[in-house]
């Protein structure tokens, strides 16, 4: 079975500032990795995964996400925040050959002024 | 392309009454999906359709919740009787299938969410 953790609840920051939010995941087999955001009052949209390949992953928004196998790790980054960017941050996982997402519990990221 | 549909918005109704959930899942998408989100909560998948077939329903309360997707098309959840607990955001999605022996690499399309609030 796969868990994922971000441990971070809610992560306020300044505009332009950098920011990262964090995701570590558990699994006994290869996964595929993603980054959902869920804007207020809307569904989730998927903001970057990784599947193979390197493993620095470029999104959408300029978001950015690196995978790290030996720490378990797939946090998420952005070099310059904006207003905009303020939203709910999911983490999730599935297993190889499978379509089952497991999320984590959110990171509210709070932008600013 | 139009995304994933889904009724009402917003629902308010008591403990022990019933409510339903339709969604429309993207044309094609041969996976449709629900997922409850509570309040601070990642989404937690309910069930899994494939067409009309269901491939993964172990978190549905069966007991009070039920779902079908008659034609392989749309769907719709029923919640009878509804708890307190049942208090959430019930998210639909859909997924496109790959060719035979390709895997899904697990991009789901999302719906707004229907928020249900059991008083």
């Known amino acids: 079975a796969q868990s994922v953790t971000q441990l971070d609840s809610q992560v306020p920051v300044f505009e332009e500032a950098p920011v990262e939010l964090r995701c570590n995941y558990s699994?006994?087999?290869?996964?595929?990795l993603f980054w959902y955001v869920q804007y207020p009052n809307q569904g989730l949209q998927l903001l970057l995964k990784y599947l193979s390949g390197s493993t620095l992953v470029k999104g959408i928004n300029g978001f950015e996400a690196e995978f790290n196998k030996s720490q378990t790790s797939f946090h998420l980054r952005k070099p310059s925040v904006h207003i905009s960017d303020t939203a709910e941050y999911f983490c999730?996982?599935?297993?190889?050959?499978?379509?089952?997402?497991?999320f984590g519990t959110g990171t509210r990221l709070q932008v600013f002024p | 392309e139009a995304g994933v549909a889904q009724s009402p918005r917003y629902k308010i109704i008591e403990k022990r009454q019933s409510v339903a959930f339709w969604c429309n899942p993207i044309?094609?998408?041969?996976?449709l999906y629900w997922y409850q989100q509570i309040l601070g909560q990642g989404p937690k998948l309910l069930i899994q359709?494939?067409?009309?077939?269901?491939?993964?329903d172990s978190q549905l309360p069966k007991d009070r919740f039920s779902a079908e997707r008659l034609k392989g098309v749309d769907s719709t959840l029923k919640i009878q009787p509804a708890k307190l607990e049942d208090s959430a955001v019930y998210l639909c999605?859909?997924?496109?299938?790959?060719?035979?022996?390709?895997?899904?690499?697990?991009?789901?399309?999302f719906g707004e969410g229907s928020r249900l609030t059991v008083l």
């Open positions: 999730a996982v599935s297993a190889l050959n499978t379509d089952k997402l497991i």
């Open positions: 999605a859909s997924s496109l299938d790959l060719p035979s022996g390709g895997t899904n690499t697990g991009e789901l399309f």
């Open positions: 044309s094609g998408h041969a996976t």
């Open positions: 359709f494939q067409n009309n077939g269901v491939v993964d």
């Open positions: 699994s006994s087999v290869s996964v595929y």
